[in-house]
């Protein structure tokens, strides 16, 4: 993350939905200015306590509930990443799988955008502020497995957590019988909020490493010997 800050670039990552409550759209903006003011990591405070009571109850009866995190990368450079086999969302997607809990990923509208028209889901272009910028961002900032400059919006679907305490069928191998397993411990209601900080985290070091291929951040940094702070040649 410091070494994205370096080029502007901010990675953040919060809470749309827990066990099936969603929370009400954000503001980009918002995001820069502070973390999310709730135990669950979201910035909608009603549906926040809605989640917390729901994650609450499970516990009581002794299961789980998964959620949906946001991740979003802003000021991110077009041109990043390569049509095929090095497409950005398609790195961006290996990373999230590789966290154990994640069971799904999508970016802009995602599955919304397949029960759409093309007139409707295209991102059409004008001239902004005397700049050439998308009208909407429908692909969540990135097409043909390249970056088009504006914010990069995915979203990652997280399962319930597996080890609960409630009684669940298996089979006892040795046996070839059918029997019943109870997990002993502690047990996490809820791992999204825990999540939060790793899909962030592997969202900026995928960014990093294009960064580094593309020759926007150099393979070997120079520290400047005063601020400690990366410096990034011009």
Same mark, same amino acid.
């Given at each position: 993350?410091?070494?994205?800050?370096?080029?502007?670039?901010?990675?953040?990552?919060?809470?749309?939905?827990?066990? !099936?409550?969603?929370?009400?759209?954000?503001?980009?903006?918002?995001?820069?200015?502070?973390?999310?003011?709730?135990?669950?990591?979201?910035?909608?405070?009603?549906? #926040?306590?809605? $989640?917390? %009571? /729901?994650?609450?109850?499970?516990?009581? /009866?002794?299961?789980?509930?998964?959620?949906?995190? /946001?991740?979003?990368? $802003?000021?991110?450079?077009?041109?990043? !990443?390569?049509?095929?086999?090095?497409?950005?969302?398609?790195?961006?997607?290996?990373?999230?799988?590789?966290?154990?809990?994640?069971?799904?990923?999508?970016?802009?509208? !995602?599955? %919304?955008?397949?029960?759409?028209?093309? #007139?409707?889901? @295209?991102?059409?272009?004008?001239?902004? @502020?005397?700049?050439?910028?998308?009208?909407?961002?429908?692909?969540?900032?990135?097409?043909?497995?390249?970056?088009?400059?504006?914010?990069?919006?995915?979203? &990652?679907?997280?399962? =319930?957590?597996?080890?609960?305490? +409630?009684?669940?069928?298996?089979?006892?191998?040795? !046996?070839?019988?059918?029997?019943?397993?109870?997990?002993?411990?502690?047990?996490?209601?809820?791992?999204?909020? +825990?999540?939060?900080?790793?899909?962030?985290?592997?969202?900026?070091?995928?960014?990093?490493?294009?960064?580094? +291929? %593309? %020759?926007?951040? =150099?393979?070997?940094? +120079? &520290?400047?010997?005063?601020?400690?702070?990366? /410096?990034?040649?011009?």
């Amino acid at each position: 993350q410091k070494l994205l800050a370096n080029l502007g670039i901010v990675v953040r990552a919060h809470t749309v939905e827990i066990a !099936g409550i969603a929370a009400g759209p954000v503001d980009p903006a918002k995001l820069l200015e502070s973390e999310p003011p709730t135990l669950v990591g979201c910035y909608d405070p009603d549906a #926040s306590e809605k $989640m917390v %009571s /729901e994650i609450l109850k499970s516990k009581a /009866e002794g299961d789980s509930v998964g959620g949906v995190i /946001e991740a979003l990368a $802003m000021n991110v450079p077009p041109g990043l !990443g390569e049509p095929a086999f090095d497409a950005l969302d398609g790195e961006l997607a290996r990373a999230f799988f590789a966290i154990p809990a994640v069971k799904g990923v999508e970016f802009g509208d !995602g599955f %919304s955008a397949s029960r759409v028209r093309g #007139s409707q889901n @295209n991102d059409q272009y004008g001239i902004l @502020n005397g700049r050439i910028s998308a009208l909407s961002n429908h692909a969540g900032g990135i097409l043909g497995g390249i970056s088009t400059g504006t914010p990069i919006t995915c979203r &990652v679907a997280i399962k =319930p957590t597996p080890s609960i305490s +409630r009684p669940q069928k298996t089979v006892d191998i040795r !046996g070839n019988r059918d029997v019943e397993i109870r997990i002993p411990g502690r047990h996490d209601p809820c791992i999204v909020p +825990r999540a939060l900080p790793v899909v962030e985290a592997m969202m900026a070091i995928v960014l990093a490493d294009h960064l580094i +291929r %593309s %020759s926007l951040v =150099p393979p070997v940094l +120079r &520290v400047h010997v005063e601020t400690r702070k990366p /410096e990034l040649e011009t």
